[in-house]
């Protein structure tokens, strides 16, 4: 495979260039009869084997919905990994935006070699070698800037980067669930950070597999964490965040919105209620609850309404 550093593992950089990150939906239903196949096989990439297939929602077997096209790799049995195809090529935009004004400029006490160094060692492509420097310049920030300062999420957005490309892939995909939003709330979500999360993101729960095997993964760490660390400790909090996003997404909806209430509750607590890291996680717990009103079952729905009561979230809209 040539140069796989150019586009999001397993996917080459032409094949990743051509194709935007998608989330399989887990295989699991409650309908009796439904589901959803691919079909055809064209179009092999010779450099990540990868091929086009159509997507079909089903009934029966039967097509019954075109769902749309995408580059698939299978990983054995019926396990894959894929990005669903563009079109057309999108345009992607120079890299000229203005950066939104960051409070780093009035802290010249941040101004050192650490960043520098750990840029240096990424470039190298020396990812072990630069996520401790990376790790040791966000904690200097993080001290005296804001979670969401551009400057801060820049450093969030490398040290999960790091993560990833040391092969840490549940801390990976708690970091990037955690400032995905908050680059998109911040940058805007066709910046060229924001896309980087995005892909980053999808890259790691490509590695892990679907939101089952996500969920056995993070489950596992913040076991480990909370033993060593404690429910409040930064790294807990985004590991169960990320945790109750993978329940959600294998449709566990009532656990999930038990998880990130928790992970709420333990925010406010010990990071402070109006922290940008805690109100990240106040809209995982209404997207949670959204879910299980439209779709959940009836204990969904009261752990929902439960929630909603106990943490002020917006009501369900009528």
Known sequence: MTDVRGGVYPFCRACT????AWRAPDAATRLSGMGSRFYGHRDVCP???SSVRTLYSTFLLIPVAFRGRFRIIRTGGRSFVGRRLLDRPAAVPAYSEEPPP????DHPELVDATYEQAEAHWAARDSA???PLYETSLAACEKVLRADDPATLQVRLRVAQALLATGDYASAIGWFELITPQ??????ADHKLTRIAVEGETGAQLMVGGPRAEMKLLSELVEQDEQTLGRQNPKVLRTRAA???ATMFADQLGAAVQVLEMTLADSI?????SHPDTETYRSFLLEACEAADLRGKRKDRELSAAARHRRTLAPKAD
């Not at 260039?17 to 935007?20: D, L």
């Not at 960051?102 to 400029?105: C, L, M, N």
């Not at 680059?183 to 805007?188: K, S």
């Not at 607590?269 to 209620?273: F, P």
């Open 17 to 20: 260039a051509s194709s935007t």
């Open 47 to 49: 450099d990540c084997g």
């Open 102 to 105: 960051s409070e780093f400029k």
């Open 129 to 131: 070698g630069a996520l």
């Open 183 to 188: 680059l998109n709330r911040v940058f805007g």
């Open 243 to 245: 945790l109750g996003r």
């Open 269 to 273: 607590e010990g990071l402070g209620n």
